[in-house]
């Protein structure tokens, strides 16, 4: 096989020994309508309302969406406008908490007898790709093409995050018998979980508890970025290739997160949907470092209080990792279905941008062996059909060349909007 480019950077993986805590509840939550790819959820509660936790309160009826659900019980004081990051307006539910966390009285376990059934219970469920891309999982398990391997990502390539790590070690029976499932319904012959080899308690664990079952491989991958993008994770462990325009089903393959499987089969086996995220808080003026359970919906500021963060020092704020994550506008906005981590910052390089150097960094290091400088180029003269001509679209934002290039010049922010330009077809 060819050797994908990378980059080695800091893992800086702090929490790796601390377990997953739950976190005590906020006063209320604020849950948006729209935590995923796809359409946004109407409301199904009205001002006034009494909800119970792993009720549902939003659905639409668009195949491209999937229903969201309380995670706390309360009542519901208020739907008000939420300003999602890339600028769009949904609804959202606001819950006062009560903090007696009644279930609701129709959490049961799915009743599962053949792939029809599996597929509609998989979108009750409120499930979404965990890794923060946030595809609807029940349309990522319905593919139009044949698959007959189960790409299964564990390498938490980004640094400072420890979520998926501990899920693995904490609830490796979870992860496995969700993916038994999966393999079971799409009758998938080959399952390949891919971790990092800095992870060695979790390929321990998982090596034992697939030993019995010939359908499981784990691949200790290198510590390297980034090994968790899907496409460099598909190439890594099956030698296949993604092309541009393609989906990883065209080429037999389905790619999952570790944390997706443990959900799935949480699901199965006691009826609560998704209502809470398990995710790495760490930083620089984190004093109380962890790997926390949170209800989705819960304020960033109620979590950072929790973990006795310096707010009077922030000077940045990052939903997810430092090389893909999105910065938060506001310490109020909430956690969703798509975190994983929250990074609180107070030493933040903002070195100056100067001309580029033709040292050709950016290039040797971009996992795709794209050209960022030529990207830039013609993204400033609004060249669309050169753009299309350096496969821009195959850019995954991974950051690597903004990482490396030491005129500090923005890429990867580039290589973004260069493809927002590019019609659709």
Do not use: W
């Not at 006063?27 to 009720?55: R, T």
């Not at 929250?342 to 795709?368: H, Q, T, Y």
């Not at 290589?415 to 590019?422: F, P, T, V």
């Amino acid at each position: 096989m060819l050797k994908l480019s990378c980059i080695h950077i800091p893992h800086n993986k702090n929490t790796e020994k601390c377990s997953i805590t739950d976190i005590p509840l906020p006063d209320k939550v604020k849950i948006p309508m729209s935590m995923h790819m796809g359409a946004p959820c109407n409301p199904l509660v009205k001002v006034g309302d009494e909800v119970a936790v792993g009720q549902k309160i939003g659905d639409s009826d668009e195949f491209f969406s999937v229903p969201i659900h309380s995670g706390v019980s309360g009542k519901v004081i208020a739907l008000s406008d939420y300003k999602l990051a890339n600028g769009n307006v949904c609804k959202a539910v606001e819950i006062e908490c009560d903090g007696v966390q009644t279930k609701a009285a129709d959490i049961t376990p799915p009743i599962i007898t053949d792939k029809a059934s599996f597929i509609k219970a998989v979108r009750e469920s409120g499930l979404v790709g965990l890794g923060g891309a946030g595809f609807p999982t029940h349309i990522k398990l319905n593919p139009k093409s044949d698959v007959d391997c189960l790409v299964v990502n564990g390498a938490e390539c980004e640094p400072f995050i420890t979520a998926d790590d501990r899920i693995m070690i904490e609830y490796a029976n979870d992860v496995v018998e969700g993916l038994s499932y999966v393999a079971k319904y799409l009758d998938i012959s080959k399952i390949i979980i891919g971790i990092e080899n800095n992870k060695p308690e979790a390929i321990k664990i998982l090596t034992e508890k697939t030993a019995s079952d010939k359908r499981f491989e784990i691949k200790a991958l290198p510590s390297a970025y980034p090994q968790g993008g899907e496409k460099v994770l598909i190439y890594n462990c099956t030698g296949r290739i993604i092309k541009e325009g393609q989906l990883p089903a065209d080429e037999g393959v389905i790619v999952m997160n570790v944390s997706t499987a443990a959900q799935l089969n949480t699901y199965i086996r006691t009826g609560m949907p998704l209502v809470s995220r398990i995710l790495t808080v760490d930083g620089d003026i984190i004093k109380k470092k962890a790997n926390l359970r949170v209800p989705i919906g819960t304020p960033v500021s109620h979590v950072l209080k929790y973990c006795e963060c310096e707010t009077d020092k922030l000077n940045k704020l990052i939903m997810g990792g430092p090389m893909m994550g999105a910065t938060a506008y506001d310490i109020e906005q909430p956690v969703t279905k798509t975190n994983n981590a929250v990074l609180a910052m107070n030493k933040v390089k903002s070195d100056k941008e100067s001309p580029c150097i033709r040292c050709g960094r950016c290039l040797r290091a971009c996992p795709f062996n794209l050209m960022p400088t030529e990207i830039e180029k013609a993204f400033r003269c609004r060249d669309i059909e050169k753009l299309k001509s350096l496969k821009v679209m195959l850019c995954m934002n991974c950051g690597c060349c903004t990482y490396v290039c030491p005129s500090k010049r923005k890429l990867a922010e580039t290589n973004q909007l260069a493809k927002m330009i590019i019609p659709r077809n």
